[in-house]
C-alpha cells in the first residue's frame, strides 16, 4: 500500500527516510492550523494532525496517510510558528533557561479508519544572552519552526537536555509512527512501507 506523508516540513521527510520507510509528499493546501480559544493543547495538535491527513485521504482513498503538527508549551503558553523575527526572538527569551514541553499529534488515515496518538518531549534551554537569540534569529532558522528553534540545527547548542523522543521535537515521533501504523491493521503492517534496499 501507497505511504503518503501529509506535510511539507522537509524535517518530517529527513526522519522517514532516515527510517527506511518509503514514501510520497502531498501537500495538505488550505488547512487553517489556528488554534481555537481556550482549546486544550492535546486536542488541538490531534485536530490539526486530522485535519491535514483527511485534507489528502479525500484525494488518496486507497492509501495510507499520515498527518502531523507540533507545538511548544512554557509556562502554560502555546508557541506556534513564529510570526517574524520578533516573534521567534519574543519565543527564545521565554524558552531560555527553562525547561518546555513539545507536543505532537500524529493522525494515521487509511480506508476510512483513523487513528492517532500524541508524544511529549521536555527540552531544557541554557540560559540565552542577548547576542546569541540576536544570531540565532539572524540564521533564518527560526522561521516555520514551532517554538522559533531546530534543535537539529543551530539551537543545538542552546538544548541542555532533553527527556523523550528527539525525533518528536523535530517534528516526527518514529518509533511511535510506526506502532501507530502496525496497531491501524494488519494489512498496513509497517514492513509494507519499508525500503529494503537500504
Not at 526522519?15 to 492535546?42: K, M, N, S, Y
Not at 528527539?166 to 494489512?187: D, F, K, M, Q, T
Request: proline residues 4%.
Amino acid at each position: 500500500m501507497r505511504l503518503i506523508l501529509a506535510s511539507q516540513s522537509p524535517r518530517r521527510s529527513l526522519l522517514l527516510r532516515a527510517a527506511g520507510f518509503e514514501f510520497d509528499i502531498v501537500e495538505p493546501t488550505g488547512v487553517d492550523e489556528t488554534r481555537r480559544g481556550g482549546e486544550d493543547p492535546i486536542v488541538y495538535v490531534v485536530r490539526a494532525a486530522h485535519a491535514k491527513a483527511l485534507r489528502v485521504a479525500k484525494n488518496y482513498p486507497d492509501c495510507c496517510v499520515i498527518g502531523a503538527d507540533t507545538i511548544v508549551i512554557v509556562h502554560g503558553e502555546v508557541l506556534g510558528k513564529p510570526r517574524n523575527s520578533a516573534d521567534a526572538a519574543r519565543m527564545l527569551r521565554l524558552l531560555s533557561g527553562q525547561t518546555h514541553k513539545v507536543l505532537t499529534g500524529m493522525a494515521v488515515h487509511v480506508g476510512g479508519r483513523q487513528m492517532s496518538e500524541v508524544r511529549e518531549t521536555r527540552v531544557r534551554f541554557s540560559r540565552l544572552v542577548e547576542p546569541e537569540i540576536e544570531w540565532y534569529v539572524r540564521s533564518g532558522e527560526s522561521r516555520d519552526k514551532a517554538g522559533g528553534y531546530a534543535i537539529q540545527g543551530l539551537a543545538s547548542r542552546f538544548v541542555s537536555n532533553i527527556e523523550g523522543s528527539y525525533s518528536n521535537v523535530v517534528g516526527l515521533p518514529i518509533e511511535a509512527l510506526h506502532r501507530l501504523l502496525a496497531n491501524i491493521g494488519s494489512e498496513q503492517s509497517p514492513r509494507n512501507f519499508f525500503n529494503t534496499n537500504t
